[in-house]
């Protein structure tokens, strides 16, 4: 059984900093991918940031050069460092895993949707106040 379970977020002014966390506990050594995804009232859930199998990184252009995702492959957290945050930046974010291979291509930006991922956490809201 793999859980995700989220810590961070919060309340910050713009052009403040952030940082979320999500230990994927459960999951083994095989090969992952894992994204952060933000939701706001009334719509779909959207990509901010991926990382694959071989630590490759892509991000939603709104986000490039602000966040930043990594991971602690040996304890399997992930982090997102969100940086210069803004107003747009606020919403309810999740962390997100599912198991793939290692690959030539690496990730991108396409390729951050939901149905991609089997594993959720429970989500986390983050409010930038102007």
């Known amino acids: 059984l793999v859980e995700m379970v989220q810590s961070g977020g919060g309340s910050v002014q713009t052009g403040g900093s952030l940082r979320l966390s999500c230990v994927a506990s459960?999951?083994?050594?095989?090969?992952?991918?894992m994204a952060w995804f933000r939701q706001t009232p009334g719509n779909q859930r959207e990509g901010v940031a991926g990382?694959?199998?071989?630590?490759?990184?892509a991000y939603d252009e709104s986000v490039e050069g602000r966040f930043t995702i990594s991971e602690d492959k040996a304890a399997k957290i992930l982090y997102l460092q969100m940086d210069s945050l803004k107003p747009e930046d606020s919403g309810t974010y999740f962390c997100?895993?599912?198991?793939?291979?290692?690959?030539?291509?690496?990730?991108?930006?396409?390729?951050?949707?939901?149905?991609?991922?089997?594993?959720w956490g429970k989500g986390t809201p983050v409010t930038v106040s102007s």
């Open positions: 997100a895993a599912e198991y793939c291979p290692h690959s030539a291509r690496p990730i991108v930006t396409y390729d951050l949707k939901p149905q991609g991922f089997v594993y």
């Open positions: 459960g999951l083994t050594d095989r090969p992952h991918c």
């Open positions: 990382i694959d199998a071989d630590e490759r990184t």
